[in-house]
């Protein structure tokens, strides 16, 4: 992108648990886990360790697949002459949208007067944006994009 941004947001997914608060997590489920085990072992119920094992496995990889994509951040950037939105992982970027500046607009989706949907339109092309933001950031969010644009289309003349 050439010249000034009117806006360059990235956009991160909140951590519901950080690192240390997992470890914890999954020592407390498996603890609880294997007392409860040998309970039902020493009343002969010989299976229900092997699902409570089950159990504290699924946690931890839902835990780790939630981990993972919230290491993907989506940049939202404005200038005169095009707004683009590009998905980031530590390892890789990708081109979601592009669009010129002077045709694009913000659709704002509300519903029981919450912001649940934000996103970019051109000729029937539609980009759903900052859907990791809660609905007022996303409100927030929206308004700022609309002023970076307007300012974008201003800037050119």
């Known amino acids: 992108m ?20 997992f470890v914890i997590l999954i020592a407390v489920i498996t603890g609880v886990n294997a007392l409860t085990a040998l309970i039902f072992l020493r009343m ?24 993972h994509a919230a ?27 592009t669009s010129p ?4 607009r913000v659709g704002v989706e509300v519903e029981d007067e919450e912001t649940v949907g934000v996103k970019l339109m051109l000729s029937g092309k539609v980009a759903k944006v900052a859907a990791a933001l809660s609905p007022r950031e996303r409100a927030d969010f929206a308004r700022a994009l609309e002023s970076a644009i307007w300012r974008a289309r201003r800037a050119r003349y």
């Open 44 to 67: 002969g119920a010989t299976l229900v360790p092997i699902f409570l094992g089950l159990d504290v496995v699924a946690i931890t990889v839902a835990f780790l697949v939630s981990f």
């Open 101 to 104: 500046t002077a045709f694009t």
């Open 71 to 97: 290491r993907q951040v989506e940049r939202v950037q404005v200038t005169a002459h095009e707004v683009r939105v590009l998905r980031q992982t530590p390892r890789a970027q990708a081109l979601v949208w």
């Open 2 to 21: 050439h010249g000034a941004y009117f806006m360059d947001a990235v956009i991160t997914p909140n951590r519901s648990l950080s690192q240390r608060g």
